[in-house]
């Protein structure tokens, strides 16, 4: 039975339909101009039909934001335009904050979609969005525990200059990194990309900080330190639930050399003259198999050479085209734009790949991180 047949069987009309969940609900045609407003979008957030009805979304009214600050009114950022001028529905929920007639900021999960006339051509679009106050207090304040999980050494060593840049998906992540100095010339880091995102993969992530307290006698010892937290993974996850990949180094600035250990993650980047290249290293993710084995990689790092780390969200883009990134996309746009070794360097590449994909947002979790031995 096709749709129209199933809409002509109904006893209620679309309006009646509209008006009865409880979810806010508003249409827009393609000037992105309000031509519904349903009453729980009233209810959620202050604003009246009649104040709304023939007015752009962005003029003065929701004034959508993401969990970063960031405005999402812009044609190319909001998530509503794209959905229509992309004739692509939303896959995954986002959280977005949206002003309420009052001022105050409301976290919301947004939908978007497009909405075609008989002949499949674009009329218009539609925004389904869903209160998260409750929740999105409590996330925060686990957002601020799961960063204290994650410290970072000071920037002081005039031989070492390093950037990181983390981004959930959501307002807690799955992804863990860390780095520590562990004498006057080694340092020790790690990244790893929990299966998923969101809370569940936030909790095993924060459970990798307790696991790389517990064995630091063997950080120095890149092999074994992986394959003891693999097997103190296996012991927590069952039954295949989730997994970790990740990537192990130990960097030693005085013998000029970075030992590499990894564990299903994607390809990391070294940069030595300006030219990229992809540096793969064997070892199954961690939670699989409690006896795998995690062969070291010793490579060289001479001044001014580099390494580029990553999760999985940095390569895992699509452009319009459904063609993904990749590690040989992410390593272009290195040998383009330079190491990014710098905050600023870091947001700049950030922009780049985003500028590649078909989205306004990662759809996963992205960590970066870069290190560079200064002569």
Known sequence: MTWQNRLKNLPYTAEQILEGINQGLYVTDLERKIVY???????????????????????????????????????????????????????????????????????????????????????????????????????????????????????????????????????????????????????????????????????????LHSLWESNRALLSRPAAFLAALNRNLCQLVRDGESFATCLYGLLDLKAGQVNLCGAGGPSAIMLQGGKPRLLKLAGMPLGVLPESDYPSCPISLGPEDGLLCYTDGAIELADADGTLLGSAGLASLVARHGLPDTETKMERLAEEMLRFSNNIRFPDDLTMLAVRRLA
């Open 37 to 207: 407003w349903n009453e729980a979008a009233e209810r959620i957030t202050g604003w009246s039909a009649a104040e709304v009805m023939g007015r752009p979304c962005s003029d003065n009214i929701l004034t959508h934001t993401d969990k970063d600050g960031r405005q999402l009114c812009g044609k190319e950022s909001c998530p509503l335009y794209r959905a229509m001028v992309t004739d692509s529905r939303s896959t995954v929920p986002s959280l977005v904050y949206a002003r309420k007639k009052d001022g105050g900021l409301l976290p919301v999960q947004v939908s978007v979609a497009p909405i075609r006339n008989g002949l499949g051509t674009v009329i218009g679009g539609v925004e389904v969005f869903q209160d998260l106050s409750h929740q999105a207090r409590d996330l925060e304040r686990a957002r601020q525990i799961q960063a204290l999980s994650m410290p970072l050494p000071a920037s002081d060593d005039p031989r070492l200059r390093w950037a990181c840049h983390y981004a959930a998906h959501d307002i807690v992540g799955g992804d863990y990194f860390t780095m520590e100095r562990l004498d006057q010339d080694r340092y020790a880091f790690l990244l790893a990309d929990m299966m998923g995102h969101g809370v569940a993969a936030a909790l095993y992530a924060m459970h």
